[in-house]
């Protein structure tokens, strides 16, 4: 709403992308043997490198911000990319040079929307407007002759226009004559961020920062045959241009993409699918035994000291989480629709939901933010009685979406503001702006709901509240002049060191304390109100400086999602990007990059996550999501989201990129992950690492991340921060909490014992010192196996098994094998999941092991999209148009071995409801395991589950 180096990823596009590490070429002296493509080299004129230690100090390198958004992940050597061989500088062997940078002087270099997106002034020491590549002469002596010229190259903060001109690239003659071309914006460049393909810009290179997906491309401009001298690079539009190598050829390379409509039929590879809401009483997917009815019959939430939570009535017994978000008019539905909407959700196993983006729809049009609507209301409550009377819990936020008039807004003393952006970055220091929330808060919390007969406050199903959504303030506060003005202003009389700015430490840990005592003054005034519902705030970005405020919190909240949609035209609005990676072959970036949000100590819970359609991949998530919050021991989740509108909550449908209730992929994915999570199926990890959030390094830039490199360590270790020196994190908090080893960035002090320095080499020394087992992670940070033994994660293959005595959950590869205890699954030739759970019978007291199991559950996932979806390649990059549906679901096969206990066993395929549908073959040869061949597509139908009984 981001790691090192990744295998590259096989791009559709393109014959071959590959990274030969430490590899050399003999620029302008040596050809390709099989294209005759020659390197040239940019060496004296390269004037950065890819690594860039400190943002904005406009020393570089790359974009000069910062580790958190550099190319460190790039090696130098030899990059073979659709045919084209690049000498990629080894800035050590350079003076720290490995790319042309090009800019001007009162430019600045932003963030792309997302994560800490502020921007960040480049004063472009080192770097001009323009840069000259000398052909060096060939073995006789004379200027070499090229027909083809070839870039790799990027954009950074590009150009929003199409076709828009970036730069221009002319290429200079013996003869004193040239060939000039100009560098067009999407189509002969692009973002190096979320790269997107073109019809002259290839994607030859991708990888992974912490803030982003990341990528260079392969253009190629025609020059003439004759003698050529040099070539001369000059930026000219409103976007850095990165150059980091250069080659040559006499015959042609395609290079880039055509665009050509690629639409989503019926065929081999695609067949309709009946996708449906309802969940079948009694069915395989009727998890409602799981529920404790009514909401808050065991009294009120709260918090433990080891950071989890339980119920009043119930101490010492361990809850978990997970439902969805509802949000605008989903949450505003007839009674007979919310009956029937909170009855799904009951059989669906979910025990919570955020009613979230409500806020617009209940206050009273025409109104003052505050005036709240009552037949809206009422609507509202007859929800919340509703998901209360069977067993589910209600999470909300008090500030999401609403409007604010323009009265208010003047008297706050902004006229004529954007009312969003602008409460959430004046509320700390605008008595105005809270006094609106203050109001909004009281009518909705102290007003009795007639169908419960207990206020918002006082119901002890209400269990979480955020005051104000995203909100974290340092985030909100560099857009406006104005208001950026207000904060130098408050730091200048609170009489700290140094000038007000982000270039200041001082001023940084200054926002965020003003953050900090923000929300301990919306707490306090939502404790007056009486209720007991537990408070947290920030729920947005990994940035190590609010690591004090967090601490704070009831609990801790982070949001964050795979292949979020990028919106190249119009927000919110088609066409819609989509970057269409692999989580796992990102080393589940998702959800591995919030995690060392975690603080230690305190509940840790994601009210938004969400695996965004269409991504080939987010099959994935039926696996990352509940495997590895159950290793790391998290308490909440909440997929965003369920529905968008009334009628996709009752109905569903085919166009929306969040709403699972349109999606039979993420919505089967969800059940099963709920329930493996719920049931705590999967062990927490066994050792506890911390990032110790120091002010040396926290708050020498404004939103500072978190190490790219620790993020990886929550796949194999539970990972969280706490706020302090690693000796204080120690002293305070090291036996409470369990801690094998405080890890850190930069400090000014010695470590203490079981501290260790963030570094390249920090994987292998925690595994010399025992904190995590040997050969936890694989010398190429490709393998990851957790510290349980249940989960191991391969980036290099794409394959993940999360294997307990529960269930068996495989992400698997085109042809790939996994073995669990009681499963292997030989794959077919399309990638997906496979999910293996037991299930609870009447003769079970408790969910059963699988090798003992009655009833079982099999979901078989792949790809689904609408009938008629429309992307501008096939490569799923760019969605022109959903479609009208009916849904389609993608070809896929595979082969389950299973070892279970002896038993008269049957199977079915089981359709969207879980109601079975027919008979499968099942197979056993005598004393030997059983055989069961699933397929999404067969004669008879399409399926993506299955049960099996005895």
């Known amino acids: 709403m981001s790691d090192a180096t990744l295998p590259l990823r096989a791009f559709a596009a393109f014959a071959l992308s590959v990274f030969l590490p430490g590899a050399s070429l003999s620029a302008n002296a040596t050809a390709s043997a099989s294209a005759q493509v020659t390197p040239l080299s940019i060496r004296e004129a390269a004037n950065r490198g890819f690594r860039d230690q400190v943002a904005g100090d406009g020393r570089g390198g790359w974009t000069d911000q910062g580790p958190d958004n550099d190319l460190a992940t790039l090696r130098p050597g030899v990059l073979t990319a659709s045919g084209v061989t690049f000498d990629i500088i080894n800035p050590d062997d350079n003076e720290g040079r490995s790319a042309i940078v090009l800019g001007r002087a009162s430019q600045q270099v932003a963030s792309d929307a997302g994560e800490a997106a502020r921007e960040s002034t480049d004063t472009r020491t080192g770097i001009s407007e323009s840069a000259t590549v000398k052909i060096a002469a060939g073995e006789n002596g004379a200027p070499p002759s090229y027909r083809f010229l070839y870039l790799l190259h990027a954009a950074a903060n590009p150009l929003k226009t199409p076709g828009e001109v970036l730069g221009t690239l002319t290429a200079h003659y013996a ?88 639409i989503i039929e019926p065929g081999p590879e695609w067949a309709p699918y009946h996708h449906s809401l309802d969940i079948e009483k009694g069915g395989v997917f009727d998890f409602s035994s799981t529920l404790h009815a009514p909401a808050g019959k065991f009294g009120a939430i709260r918090a433990t000291p080891a950071g989890h939570f339980e119920f009043e009535g119930r101490p010492g017994e ?7 978000n509802l949000c605008f008019s989903a949450q505003y539905l007839e009674k007979e629709e919310a009956d029937l909407m909170a009855e799904r959700f009951a059989r669906s196993g979910y025990n919570t939901v955020r009613f979230h983006h409500f806020d617009g729809g209940v206050v009273r049009k025409g109104g003052l933010s505050w005036e709240l609507d009552a037949a809206q209301l009422d609507k509202l409550d007859y929800l919340f009685a509703a998901l209360k009377k069977r067993g589910i819990y209600i999470n909300i936020d008090l500030y999401a979406s609403r409007g604010f008039s323009a009265e208010e807004c003047a008297s706050w003393g902004f006229p004529g503001g954007k009312s969003r952006d602008l409460f959430k970055a ?78 200041n430490p001082a001023f940084n840990q200054f926002i965020h304390e003003l953050n900090r005592q923000s929300d301990a003054r919306l707490f306090a005034y939502l404790r007056s109100l009486g209720t007991k519902a537990l408070l947290t705030g920030a729920n947005y970005t990994i940035a190590q400086g609010l690591a004090a405020v967090r601490a704070e919190y009831d609990y801790v909240d982070c949001h964050s999602y795979w292949d979020h949609p990028k919106f190249p035209v119009k927000s919110w609005a088609a066409p819609f990007a989509f970057g269409q990676g692999s989580s796992v072959k990102a080393r589940a970036k998702m959800p591995n990059r919030i995690m060392p949000v975690r603080i230690f100590g305190r509940p840790f819970v994601s009210t938004e996550f969400n695996f965004c359609r269409p991504n080939q991949y987010r099959f994935e998530g039926a696996v990352l999501m509940p495997a590895y919050a159950s290793l790391q021991d998290w308490d909440a989740l909440y997929n965003f989201q369920y529905a968008k509108d009334d009628r996709m909550a009752i109905h569903g449908g085919v166009d ?86 405080v890890v850190t960035g930069e400090t000014r002090q010695e470590l203490p014992p079981k501290a260790y320095l963030m570094g390249d080499d920090l994987a292998a020394g925690l595994e010399r010192d025992g904190v995590i087992p040997a ?18 994660l ?56 699988l090798a003992d199991a009655r009833r079982i559950l099999v979901t078989h996932l792949t790809n689904a999209l609408p009938q008629g979806a ?29 070892r279970l206990s002896d038993g008269d066993w049957k199977a079915w395929a089981v359709d969207a409801t879980g109601k079975r549908i027919r008979g499968i073959p099942l197979t056993r040869q005598a004393g030997g395991p059983l055989t069961l061949a699933v397929s999404t597509i067969d004669k008879a139908g399409t399926q993506l589950a299955y049960e099996l009984a005895r």
């Open 318 to 324: 361990r809850v978990r989480f997970w439902g969805v």
């Open 870 to 898: 429309k992307f501008s390649h096939t490569d799923y990059k760019l969605l022109k148009y959903w479609g009208t549906g009916p849904h389609l679901v993608q070809r896929g096969s595979a082969t389950l071995t299973l």
């Open 656 to 741: 929306n990129y969040f709403a699972i209730a349109t999606d039979p992929v993420g919505l089967i994915a969800d059940r099963t992950g709920s329930l493996v999570f719920q049931r705590f199926d999967i062990a927490p990890a066994k050792h506890a690492i911390a990032y110790a959030v120091n002010p040396d390094e926290a708050f020498t830039s404004l939103g500072r991340l978190f190490p790219g490199e620790f993020s990886p360590l929550g796949l194999v270790a539970r990972i969280g921060s706490l706020p302090d020196r690693p000796s204080g994190v120690l002293t305070k908090f090291g036996a409470a909490q369990n801690l094998d080893a």
């Open 426 to 503: 004046i509320l700390p220091v605008n008595n105005g702006a809270f006094e609106s929330w203050r109001r909004f808060a009281k009518n909705l919390l102290t007003h009795k709901n007639p169908h419960t007969g207990l206020t918002w406050a006082e119901d002890p199903a209400l269990i979480g509240i955020c005051p104000v959504n995203e909100n974290p303030l340092f985030n909100h506060i560099e857009g406006d002049p104005k208001i950026f003005a207000l904060y130098k202003e408050a730091f200048e009389k609170a009489g700290l060191p140094g000038k007000p700015g982000t270039s």
């Open 794 to 849: 391969r980036a290099d293959t794409g394959t993940v098994k999360a294997v307990s005595p529960r269930s068996e959950l495989f992400v698997l590869a085109p042809g790939s094998r996994l073995d669990g205890a009681c499963v292997s699954v030989v794959n077919g030739g399309t990638r997906c999941s496979i999910s293996v759970i037991a299930l609870a019978t009447k003769a079970d007291a408790a969910p059963p092991a």
């Open 175 to 262: 003869d004193g004559s040239e060939t000039r071309h100009e560098i067009k914006n999407k189509t002969d460049i692009g973002n190096w961020r979320d790269p997107a393909s073109a019809e002259n810009a290839g994607i030859a290179w991708e990888s992974e920062n912490a803030t982003a997906s990341i990528g260079l491309y392969v253009s190629r401009f025609r020059v003439d045959e004759k003698p050529l001298a040099s070539i001369e690079f000059l930026q000219t539009g409103g976007a850095a241009w990165m150059i980091v190598a250069l080659s040559a050829s006499r015959q042609p390379i395609n290079v880039g993409v055509v665009p050509k409509d690629f």
């Open 775 to 792: 050969g936890s992670i694989s010398a190429d940070r490709a393998r990851y196996a957790a510290d349980t033994g249940e989960i191991e």
